[in-house]
């Protein structure tokens, strides 16, 4: 939180954020967008990131997929703002005996679900496929986890013919026209050679049957997760009814993106068919819109938020984000993904009785402040140092092969570094120690006034060899100082002083470090344990560097002299 | 410092700088030519001259203009003597020379013997002939200074303000191997105001004291002297002091308000499992923030976990839920766990402090302010370390309204008091809010301060 800037909306952890955009003009024919409508929108838990006179673009937390499409937004947000609550209740049809898809075996190790609906009766223009194409894509990119959890395919329905049959074959078997080629591929062909099968290629990696959607014609319809047949699967503004098909891994997923999807279809004026899905074992029928009953115990909404509530306000607040209520359960609308648990309706309780009503008190919990003690000891060296005129830095704790190597003049074919895996900045080992970081600054910084005497207190990481850590990695705090220009002589002093106020004796002796001058490096012991080194920077490292002056350094461990100093028995 | 009487004009005097007074009895002549005559460097002159300026004597000028400057070769020939100085020289003595015996005399190399010849040719001041180099020139024109060796010692000049045969000489030489070079300087030039042309060639003899010494204070030697009078008024040079790290100053900022609602510091590794960062924390093993574009992940190494009923539990969380969770309905596999991570929060210090709490410890307050990793590009508003800060509360009987009530004095002990809750999203927290500030009277909300910073659970 310190670093306010992180908290840009991309950012947010655990919480990957999707933009959608919404006709301003659409908006506004439910609703005026006010500066009090604004708000209601971030009170409803959504961003709103921009408007211009054509559109309103909101962001949407990952929990809520349901709202990714305006018509999907719409409906909860007329809810919430009291024009439309309660839940919505959506009549599916029976669409006879054609409407059916045969689920065959061989899908089981490579696809084995799918849930699939018919919706007639629609009149498309441009804004309303553009919205179908959109809220597929925002569905596949979140909920879908790209495609991997979840592929949609939607088709106009007098472009096939009932039954439909969803089946692996060999992918030389597969051959189709994909969306936007003007010939056949096999199935091999569009991994290679579409742009859209060479994006999602990775999701059929190693298998070796690709499901296909066909219909009773023998036509081939799709090939999830990856493209639609430019013959049967692009919808236009002439089309009027749509089959629809989500395919994946676990049918209540699937089932969820499906019930998204209809609903929005059947806002948009449309009639919900439902389809029979003959699958080996049993047939089932989708779309499910029944609500789900979820208990609801009202004494915990009200020890849970701190405030009370008659059984009509919670009904009222439920009815507010969407959900039915009768005796003791809340129906969940069969489009929302993110309740799973009665704290999830407790939060939507709380949303809809507004975040800026509840009262906020400061419970009178006695407890005993601690801050860290190590923080603390690092914080009175600090001081000590500054006391000294020092400045202190703080470098990150990656850093490059060639900054912790090459440029202090160690053997990189000796090092174990420990490497993060595909990082996206040249910041690639975690750092092992914090000398070749006060050089680095000591270079950045030639053209600044001198003297330049630098500190740091920070982490530095090593293999864990007696596997005494979780993760194999030790990791233990450090002090660094370098004085530019500074000989041997001043460093010691620095490293001397502190000893002096920590009151620990420390010894030195001679040694060998291939970073300083031969014969101007000593190792700092404590009580016989080596905890750092002491000496002049070696003028190869200086110039590595780029560093025009004479400069003298020394790190050791503030762990040892912490341990030493607090824990000694 | 404007000085008209008598009396001020000798108070002027006395604030001249020993430097100054070298430059008075000079003033009015180039800056050049002051440094040579007084024998100070550069820097000294032109410092002494700003002195002046802000005493109102003159008025400073720095132009960039073009200058002729010595080259490399010219700075060694205006030492040793141009090749065809050097030619001239051994032919005075002998009249003529063969050819080949030339540069060896002269101590040339045969570039700079075929430069000099060439040059003494256009002035017909020798002649080769039958292999031999002959002196046409009387001895007298050989000895007298050409226009080249004159303006090399006049070097450096002002491209605009060469005369006729400082133009010759330039055209002459330029051509020539590294001799001379026209380069952009920063020209210092001045004018004396009125009060400066009645200082201008004053000799000040004043026995000032410049610094007071522990050698006169000792003998007292100050007594009956006057010290040299300060420009009290003017910059002085700035010097800089130590420094804490403004992230160390905002972190001991922080943990002092934490310290002061009383909470107890919780620490830990920067380096985790996948464990404590995400399954404790009930993020699903296929969320986006496990990917490794988006977090970063440790090459080759694989963690312990914890005990394994705590393990037991959590994939039961995760694949069917426990007290009254559904779940996240999916298999919950342990390697994906054991993967090593940069912590992308803090948070995984609070599973581990709750994954040690007893019921006899509560109740029980907690925060950590610690560097936590994301996977980035970096640029100006995203960076692959930062640091952040939570708070915990453990209570059978806190809520929500505690939540906010904590929040609220946190962030007006943090210096905003104008906050606003709004709800929001994070897969470890039921009700999560996002705490957005406002940066001026406008109602609408600026900028996001914080994640959910509190944490919160109900135990009992």
Redesign the interface.
Known sequence: ?????????R??????MAIINLPREDFEKYIKLT?EI??KI????VSLENVTDESIELDV????PDLLSFHGFMRAFLAFLGKKPGLKSYVVKDGGKSYEVVVDKSVTGVRPYTACAIVRGLKFDEAKIKEIIDVQEKLHETYG?KR??VAIGIYPLEKIKLPIRFEARRPEDICFVPLDFDRELNGIEILQRHPTGREYAHLLEGMKKFPVFVDSKGEILSMPPIINSELTGKITEKTRDVFIECSGF?F?VVSKALNMLVTVLADMGGTIYSMKLRYPDKTRVTPELMPEKVKLDKTNVE?????KLSETQMKKLLARMGHGYEKGYVLVPAWRVDV?????L??DI??AYG??N??????A????????A??EFK?KI??L??????????S???TTKKAQYANMLADENMARP????????E?SI?RENLLHLACKTLGDNVNA?YPQ?IFELG?V?SHDEDGK?????R?EERLAVALAPGNFTEAKQVLEYLARMLDIKLKFRPAKHESFIEGRVASVLLDGTQIGYVGELHPAVLRNWHIKMPAAAFEISIEEIFEKKFCKN | MSVTDNGNERELLETLSPNERKILPFLGKSFDELCKLTSLDEVAVLRALQFLENKGLLRLRMEDKLVVVLDENGKRYVREGLPERRLLDVLTKHGSVAMENAAKLAGLDANELRAAIGALKKKAMVEIKDGKLVLMAGKDEAKKKMLEEIFLEKLPLALDTLEPQDKYALEMLRDRKEIVKVEKRKVISYELTELGKRFAGKKVKLDLIEELTPEMLKTQGWRGKKFRRYDVVSAVPKIYGGKKHFIRQAIEHVRKIWLELGFEEMEGPLITTGFWNFDALFTPQDHPARELQDTFFIKGKVGKLPGARLVAEVKKAHEQGIEGSKGWQYKWQEQEARKIVLRTHTTCLSAMTLAKLREADLPAKFFAIGKTYRNETIDYKHLVEFHQTEGIVVSPDVNFRHLLGYLKIFFEKMGFSKIKFVPHYFPYTEPSVEIHYLVSQFLFLLGVLASSALLWIIMG
């Open positions: 939180m310190l670093t306010t800037f992180r908290y840009c909306a950012q947010r952890h655990g919480c990957k500066d604004k708000e971030f009170m409803f838990g937390t990952p929990d809520r986890r991997k959890k676990d209540r020890r849970l938020l701190g405030i799973m648990h009665e704290v999830d407790i939060e709380a949303i975040y800026d509840f009262e906020p008190e400061v419970p919990i006695a407890t005993t402040a601690k801050a860290s190590m923080e914080s600090a001081e140092l500054v006391g000294l005129g020092m400045l202190e830095i703080m990150y704790t990656l420990i490497e993060v895996l595909e990082p996206r900045t910041l975690l006034e005497r982490k990481f850590s979780e993760t194999g990695v990791e």
